[in-house]
């Protein structure tokens, strides 16, 4: 039985409810989860169902036991925190110390999502962000292959942890670079581009280049790899990087129509060596 999409804490208000939807959304409908929960929590599995269903509450330490285990990120991990603070809260003053915390953590995600939705390029704050790791750019192009569409597929298919690719959709969602859509990662804005000044330009070079370097560790047929020290005239230096830039627009008129299945990444380098 194939897995549901995974809860959103920020959707819920009562952690109680919230983790009876976690367990439902685990494969075979939940069966074993409340055993994982107990692991985690270090606590009896009988506890764990006087939890979900009476009225015996998680601890603060074990929700924050818990986080790893219910794949959170660290916003997550904290409104999921709350949420437990607040049903165990003793007094009314606790209780709404909590619930403006809460507050405070919703409207600053709704702040968040609504900051550049409409923007077809990024500020050079989200460049720092965007260019920071090659797996921003990967998972942004990865949603367009129809079955790279939820965390865990991504995770699985990057060999990344669930906790990372979350991180990396959101800050995509907030960006308008994907947009959610009835559980499912959808492309938004495909095409973006990095100003030859943007100081990250180098990073992301630089980025693909260590990809590139990984690669060769395990180059298939369906791969290509070539490096070559030529000597040459400087006369036809233009016509080589001619040559180059028109090989650049032949795969771009390619990957235009072409249906997305997979991703690839491909590099080209033509520069000179030593000083001049």
């Not at 015996?56 to 904290?78: I, Y």
């Not at 499912?184 to 100081?199: A, C, K, M």
Request: hydrophobic share 40%.
């Amino acid at each position: 039985m194939e897995r549901s999409q995974r809860p959103v804490v920020f959707e819920f208000q009562d952690y109680k409810i919230y983790l009876r939807k976690w367990i439902s959304s685990r494969p075979s409908g939940g069966r074993g989860a409340k055993s994982l929960i107990a692991g985690a929590a270090k606590c009896q599995l009988a506890y764990v169902s006087r939890v979900l269903n009476g009225d015996a509450q998680l601890s603060s330490e074990q929700g924050a036991a818990l986080n790893s285990l219910l794949e959170h990120t660290e916003d997550e991990g904290d409104f999921f925190l709350l949420l437990i603070q607040r049903e165990r809260a003793g007094t009314v003053v606790l209780q709404q110390y909590c619930d403006r915390k809460i507050q405070k953590l919703l409207d600053q995600r709704l702040i968040l999502k609504n900051r550049l939705t409409d923007k077809k390029t990024l500020t050079r704050e989200d460049q720092a962000i965007y260019y920071s790791d090659w797996l921003y750019t990967s998972v942004h192009l990865a949603v367009l292959v129809p079955r790279l569409r939820s965390p865990e597929a991504l995770a699985s298919f990057f060999g990344a942890s669930i906790e990372k690719i979350v991180r990396i959709l959101e800050f995509l969602e907030i960006t308008g670079l994907v947009k959610k859509q009835d559980g499912q990662f959808l492309p938004g804005v495909v095409r973006i581009h990095l100003e030859s000044d943007s100081p990250m330009i180098s990073k992301h070079h630089t980025n693909w280049r260590l990809q590139a370097m990984r690669a060769l560790e395990r180059a298939t047929q369906s791969e290509l790899h070539y490096s070559s020290i030529v000597g040459i005239s400087k006369s036809d230096l233009p016509r080589v990087r001619e040559i180059l830039v028109e090989a650049i627009e032949k795969v771009r008129a390619v990957v235009k129509d072409s249906k997305d299945e997979t991703v690839y990444c491909y590099n080209l380098d033509f520069f000179g060596i030593g000083n001049e």
